[in-house]
Each structure stands twice: as structure tokens, then as C-alpha cells.
């Protein structure tokens, strides 16, 4: 997922490699970054973002675009999303220690995107350069 962010220097892009589990409420995406990247200085004076996900082939054009906000987890949120996380990537156990990362020793933390919008763009069901809203129910405050 690429995650665009807005900070003092302006804007940012940046690839995020995220997991996914669906909710009651849509979808969370949960990544890992580090504190001291630029795009999470700017997720901390500014936590609204887009975000867009692609395939590496451009034809058929198909992806999501994406606006929400991206949340800092702490403590149990944190613990549960890096077990969703290392469902999806096994091998990233050996890069950090999760007691770590929950614990908040490292510079390395976990964040959960939720979307509040997200367009559907794909070539083969809308046509070439169309893309639709789907309707989301509205995520609970958290």
C-alpha cells in the first residue's frame, strides 16, 4: 500500500506493507513503521492520509484509492494487530521481538489505517478511467 502524508515539509509518499481484517465496521489495515521515519513525523501532527493499493500489472488498471486516518496502537490493540500481521508475514518474526514492539522499547511501532472512503477503480467492470464509491458503514469511535 502506498500511504500519502502531509507534514512540514509538505507532502509524502511512502510504501507500507500492511494485513487486513474485515470488521463490522469495514476493513482495518495495520502496518509497522518506525518512529523516526518522515511519514510517521507526519502522522503525528496530521493523521488523515490517502492511500492507494495497485497491482504490479497495469492491465487490466484495477486498485483502490483511499482516504481515512492512521492510529498509533498501544498495549492489546497493538499486541492483536501484530498477530494479524505476522499471520500474513510469518518470516517478519525474525526482524523484531513483538514483547518489544508492545512494550514500546523499540523505535518500531504498529498502526491500524481506517478508511472512510475508498474508490474502486477497475478497467474491466467500470471502463477505462472509472472508478466507484463504495458505501462504507461508518467506523466506531476508537
Known amino acids: 500500500m502506498t500511504l500519502a502524508t502531509?507534514?512540514?515539509d509538505g507532502p509524502w509518499a511512502t510504501?507500507?506493507?500492511?494485513?487486513r481484517e474485515p470488521t463490522a465496521s469495514g476493513v482495518s489495515l495495520y502496518f509497522m513503521s518506525r518512529l523516526s521515519t518522515r511519514h510517521v513525523q507526519n502522522l503525528s501532527a496530521r493523521p488523515r492520509v490517502a492511500a492507494a493499493i495497485h497491482p504490479n500489472d497495469t492491465r487490466p488498471l484495477r486498485g483502490l484509492q483511499m482516504e481515512g486516518t492512521v492510529a498509533l496502537l498501544?498495549?492489546?490493540e497493538a499486541?492483536?494487530?501484530i498477530r494479524i500481521y505476522l499471520r500474513r508475514f510469518p518470516r517478519?518474526?525474525?526482524r523484531f521481538s513483538i514483547r518489544a514492539v508492545v512494550q514500546e522499547s523499540l523505535d518500531l511501532r504498529c498502526f491500524r489505517f481506517l478508511a472512510e472512503r475508498v474508490f474502486v477503480?477497475?478497467?474491466e467492470h467500470f471502463g477505462w478511467g472509472n472508478r466507484v464509491l463504495l458505501e462504507l458503514v461508518p467506523h466506531p469511535e476508537t
Open 6 to 8: 502531509w507534514g512540514a
Open 15 to 19: 510504501p507500507v506493507i500492511y494485513a
Open 74 to 76: 498501544r498495549e492489546t
Open 79 to 81: 499486541l492483536r494487530a
Open 92 to 94: 517478519a518474526r525474525r
Open 121 to 123: 477503480l477497475s478497467e
